[in-house]
């Protein structure tokens, strides 16, 4: 096995999932990749990622049927993650999905895939038919995540409202769509109430990083939580940000200015970063300028000292 990077924003098409796409006609502005683990491996060795965090991307297990359909689909993927990791050990590990907006069914889900499955977080869509993570409605289930002090790894889907003609969503809507999340998971306390509870951000976090005191200075807080730009800056310091599709010259000075080498994760956003994306980002990665230290931080040990299962897992494989 090699002993490289740790990739946080992994996607893996379990052929359940695939099937209810197609069943329920989505289409996202591109179709479903082809994905198979041994595919994946190819990647991984590509690309010298040691272990790669998987997770079923937008748009999700609530694809427009009941609520019972949504939780039978979760707990579906969920499993096939799971055996996903026993299968190739040390390679794999998993975000786990959950059923909102059905938040019973999602606490459920969160027992079940971290205490059963060996989970290492969940992965919460930055909106939920338009309801964004930091609405009240989620409370309940941010507050199991923070008991369990879980990783949650928050990935965009398409805003609510029209799209630019001919624009596919992922090209620069996903961004808006994170930094919404950010945005309203701030200005309603849940970072500040919930501190337990560590947040991944796609993407370099969108638009976070570069607009960051613009929305400080701007935004009032939501449901009696009160804000000042000295407190909303602080809190959105508390993300993780990981590097999928944003590893260049431009945008990774912003990203590291604002979150620091120790809160930045490598992603691959592979298959959904198709063509060469995944590998021209890694490259920009590897060309930029860091210390051995702050490349080592971002590649691998920051999601080490995030991801204990995944932590032991490759001290073991080194170990051998």
């Given at each position: 096995?090699?002993?490289?990077?740790?990739?946080?924003?992994?996607?893996?098409?379990?052929?359940?999932?695939?099937?209810?796409?197609?069943?329920?006609?989505?289409?996202?502005?591109?179709?479903?990749?082809?994905?198979?683990?041994?595919?994946?491996?190819?990647?991984?060795?590509?690309?010298?990622?040691?272990?790669?965090?998987?997770?079923?991307?937008?748009?999700?297990?609530?694809?427009?049927?009941?609520?019972?359909?949504?939780?039978?689909?979760?707990?579906?993927?969920?499993?096939?993650?799971?055996?996903?990791?026993?299968?190739?050990?040390?390679?794999?590990?998993?975000?786990?999905?959950?059923?909102?907006?059905?938040?019973?069914?999602?606490?459920?889900?969160?027992?079940?895939?971290?205490?059963?499955?060996?989970?290492?977080?969940?992965?919460?869509?930055?909106?939920?038919?338009?309801?964004?993570?930091?609405?009240?409605?989620?409370?309940?289930?941010?507050?199991?995540?923070?008991?369990?002090?879980?990783?949650?790894?928050?990935?965009?889907?398409?805003?609510?409202?029209?799209?630019?003609?001919?624009?596919?969503?992922?090209?620069?809507?996903?961004?808006?769509?994170?930094?919404?999340?950010?945005?309203?998971?701030?200005?309603?306390?849940?970072?500040?109430?919930?501190?337990?509870?560590?947040?991944?951000?796609?993407?370099?976090?969108?638009?976070?990083?570069?607009?960051?005191?613009?929305?400080?200075?701007?935004?009032?807080?939501?449901?009696?939580?009160?804000?000042?730009?000295?407190?909303?800056?602080?809190?959105?310091?508390?993300?993780?940000?990981?590097?999928?599709?944003?590893?260049?010259?431009?945008?990774?000075?912003?990203?590291?200015?604002?979150?620091?080498?120790?809160?930045?994760?490598?992603?691959?956003?592979?298959?959904?970063?198709?063509?060469?994306?995944?590998?021209?980002?890694t490259a920009q990665l590897d060309a930029y300028p860091l210390s051995e230290m702050q490349r080592a931080a971002v590649n691998r040990d920051n999601a080490l000292a995030l991801l204990?299962?995944?932590?032991?897992?490759?001290?073991?494989?080194?170990?051998?």
């Open positions: 096995m090699t002993t490289g990077r740790i990739d946080t924003h992994h996607h893996i098409v379990p052929p359940v999932w695939a099937d209810a796409l197609r069943a329920s006609g989505y289409f996202g502005g591109q179709a479903t990749p082809a994905w198979s683990p041994a595919t994946a491996l190819e990647l991984l060795d590509e690309l010298g990622i040691a272990t790669a965090v998987v997770s079923v991307g937008r748009p999700g297990v609530h694809l427009g049927g009941g609520a019972a359909d949504a939780r039978k689909l979760a707990r579906q993927v969920n499993e096939f993650s799971a055996g996903l990791v026993r299968d190739h050990p040390g390679r794999f590990g998993f975000f786990a999905s959950v059923p909102l907006p059905d938040v019973d069914g999602s606490l459920a889900e969160v027992d079940y895939a971290l205490d059963k499955l060996g989970a290492d977080g969940v992965i919460l869509l930055a909106n939920v038919d338009g309801v964004y993570l930091g609405d009240p409605a989620f409370d309940p289930l941010m507050t199991e995540l923070d008991r369990r002090a879980a990783v949650v790894f928050v990935h965009p889907t398409a805003p609510p409202g029209p799209l630019v003609p001919g624009v596919p969503p992922f090209v620069a809507d996903f961004l808006l769509d994170t930094t919404r999340a950010a945005l309203n998971l701030v200005r309603h306390g849940v970072v500040a109430r919930f501190p337990r509870m560590r947040m991944i951000l796609s993407h370099a976090g969108g638009f976070v990083p570069y607009a960051a005191h613009r929305m400080a200075s701007l935004t009032e807080g939501a449901a009696g939580h009160v804000v000042t730009r000295e407190n909303f800056l602080r809190d959105l310091r508390t993300f993780y940000f990981d590097t999928a599709l944003s590893a260049n010259a431009d945008t990774l000075p912003s990203l590291l200015a604002f979150a620091g080498p120790d809160r930045v994760l490598y992603g691959s956003d592979w298959p959904y970063a198709r063509g060469d994306n995944s590998q021209y980002f204990p299962r995944v932590s032991e897992v490759v001290t073991a494989s080194i170990s051998q």
